[in-house]
């Protein structure tokens, strides 16, 4: 048996009672993400997913997209 177990198990507890709000990371951080993983992708996976994005859409700016439907949906 793991030395940690409890550890995980305590974990994992907090995390079920904690509300899925407080885990929501924001427009501001999903957009940092996305940037981030841009600046990481190869040229060819670059142009397809500029290929399905609209034109001079950025993928920073489609991450955000469900955030922007949950809010209308909640209105």
């Known amino acids: 048996m793991s030395k940690y177990r409890h550890v995980y198990i305590v974990t994992f507890a907090v995390l079920l009672i904690i509300p899925s709000s ?19 992708l190869n040229a060819s996976t670059r142009d397809k997913i500029k290929a399905i994005l609209p034109k001079n859409d950025t993928l920073a700016k ?11 949906l909640h209105r």
């Open 22 to 40: 407080v885990l929501a990371w924001g427009v501001k951080v999903t957009r940092f993400v996305a940037l981030i993983a841009e600046a990481h």
């Open 62 to 72: 489609a991450s955000i997209w469900p955030d922007e439907v949950r809010k209308a």
